[in-house]
T-cell receptor, first 113, second 107 residues
Framework: SQTIHQWPATLVQPVGSPLSLECTVE??????LYWYRQAAGRGLQLLFY??????ISSEVPQNLSASRPQDRQFILSSKKLLLSDSGFYLC????????????FGQGTRLTVV | GQQVMQIPQYQHVQEGEDFTTYCNSS?????IQWYKQRPGGHPVFLIQ?????EVKKQKRLTFQFGEAKKNSSLHITATQTTDVGTYFC???????FGEGTQLTVNP
């Protein structure tokens, strides 16, 4: 069966520090991968999505970047965090073909202080 | 990109009352998905609608897709405290989400 792993669950980082959040999927190949950010009590803002290795689409220009070094690995990064980067970050995957259901990781709650 | 407007943003009901959330798009949708996110949790897929005028039911939940495939609704009959959470619609290959409707249920 397919599983998605996202870590860490919580993270407190100082302003100006770098960030690396990792998401991996098991039990499937060539998934579509997504990174979202959710502010408290708000909706899911799509940050990046990827349909294949090295293929990243950015939805919102900002302080973050994403990479997909392997088929089932999706990394969200920042060189210098801002206070406004705080939020709940969610990784999701779904099969590469067709608009089927998406499966989400447990999320990372990031607080920038 | 394709976007959807979701209303209301918040809904507070007494247990046993009904609840409805709506998603509206300015363009025709190929399909629409609905997700539920419990407080502190991650979104979980509920259902996908594809056909014009489609209606699907899951126990007390009824999902509808408009005839023009530009709007959709989720209706919960006789809410329970377990229905608490935020309900989202999502569209297109980028999996764009609406802002969600946050449901609270007073026991």
């Amino acid at each position: 069966s397919q599983t998605i792993h996202q870590w860490p669950a919580t993270l407190v980082q100082p302003v100006g520090s770098p960030l690396s959040l990792e998401c991996t999927v098991e039990g499937t190949s060539n998934p579509n991968l997504y990174w979202y950010r959710q502010a408290a009590g708000r909706g899911l803002q799509l940050l990046f999505y990827s349909v294949g290795i090295g293929q990243i689409s950015s939805e919102v220009p900002q302080n973050l970047s994403a990479s997909r070094p392997q088929d089932r690995q999706f990394i969200l990064s920042s060189k210098k965090l801002l206070l406004s980067d705080s939020g709940f970050y969610l990784c999701a995957w779904r099969p590469g073909r067709g608009n089927t259901e998406a499966f989400f990781g447990q999320g990372t709650r990031l607080t920038v202080v | 990109g394709q976007q959807v407007m979701q209303i209301p943003q918040y809904q507070h009901v007494q247990e046993g009352e009904d609840f409805t959330t709506y998603c509206n798009s300015s363009t025709t949708l190929s399909n629409i998905q609905w997700y539920k996110q419990r407080p502190g949790g991650h979104p979980v897929f509920l259902i996908q609608l594809v056909k014009s005028g489609e209606v699907k039911k899951q126990k007390r939940l009824t999902f509808q897709f408009g005839e023009a495939k530009k709007n959709s609704s989720l209706h919960i009959t006789a809410t329970q405290t377990t229905d608490v959470g935020t309900y989202f619609c999502a569209v297109n290959s980028r999996l764009t989400f609406g802002e969600g409707t946050q449901l609270t249920v007073n026991p």
